[in-house]
């Protein structure tokens, strides 16, 4: 059972332009939501993570959106890049513990210039 | 300070091969863990370490074993390589159990099984 359901698969999104991943949850226990960044050919990096205490996180042109209630979180990233182009997934956990973390299946963004 | 390391960056076995993929962390930390990550499949755990001295298995253990050889080292064996387990095997680590939750990867290792 895929606990974090993660969309889209593939984004293609022109220079300047806002790239918009989802994802979805079905385990109210999870508190820490992390996205992290992966360029070819190399390991995932952590870009930005929020907690549930708080709606919205920014970080430069990253930001994550929180609705407790629906269980779902996004990752919009504004002016986006060639740079930014990388698979992007999305993660849930418990905080605490050995600390699992669920990961969604990836989000491959290309940002043509 | 290197972070996590990974050897090797790629390997080529044939069915029915052993190998052993070599994790190391100089970072003190003492939670590692082993991914394999495959097309449209995500990070899928195979054994994780909490701390030194523990191993416990993930969502995918079967046709594998780990070994944490001491704080700085997680070792994951293939015992009879199968063309399934073709894959980008990618290790982590992480801090301390409690509330620091960030995990650092490894560059990962890329093999294929013929």
């Known amino acids: 059972q895929q606990q974090v359901k993660q969309s889209p698969q593939s984004l293609i999104v022109q220079k300047g332009g806002i790239s918009i991943i989802n994802c979805a949850y079905e385990?109210?226990?999870?508190?820490?939501f992390p996205w992290y960044q992966q360029f070819p050919g190399k390991g995932p990096a952590l870009l930005i993570a929020?907690?549930?205490?708080?709606s919205e996180k920014k970080e430069g042109r990253f930001t994550i959106s929180f609705n407790k209630s629906a269980k779902q979180f996004s990752l919009h990233i504004m002016d986006s890049q060639p740079g930014d182009s990388a698979t992007y997934f999305c993660?849930?956990?418990?905080?605490?513990?050995?600390?699992?973390?669920?990961f969604g299946r990836g989000t491959s963004l290309i940002v043509h210039p | 300070n290197a972070g996590v390391t990974q050897t090797p960056k790629f390997q080529v076995l044939k069915t029915g091969q052993s190998m052993t993929l070599q994790c190391a962390q100089d970072m003190n930390h003492n939670s590692m863990y082993w991914y394999r990550q495959d097309p449209g499949m995500g990070l899928r755990l195979i054994y994780y370490?909490?701390?030194?001295?523990?191993?416990d298995k993930g969502e995918v253990p079967n046709g594998y074993n780990v070994s944490r050889l001491n704080k700085r080292e997680f070792s994951l064996r293939l015992e009879s390589a199968a063309p399934s387990q073709t894959s980008v095997y990618f290790c982590?680590?992480?801090?301390?159990?409690?509330?620091?939750?960030?995990?650092?990867f490894g560059p990962g290792t890329r093999l294929l099984v013929l």
């Open positions: 385990n109210t226990a999870f508190d820490y």
């Open positions: 370490s909490a701390s030194e001295g523990t191993t």
């Open positions: 982590a680590s992480r801090p301390y159990q409690g509330f620091a939750e960030t995990q650092y």
């Open positions: 929020i907690r549930p205490d708080v």
């Open positions: 993660a849930a956990s418990i905080r605490g513990g050995s600390y699992i973390p669920t």
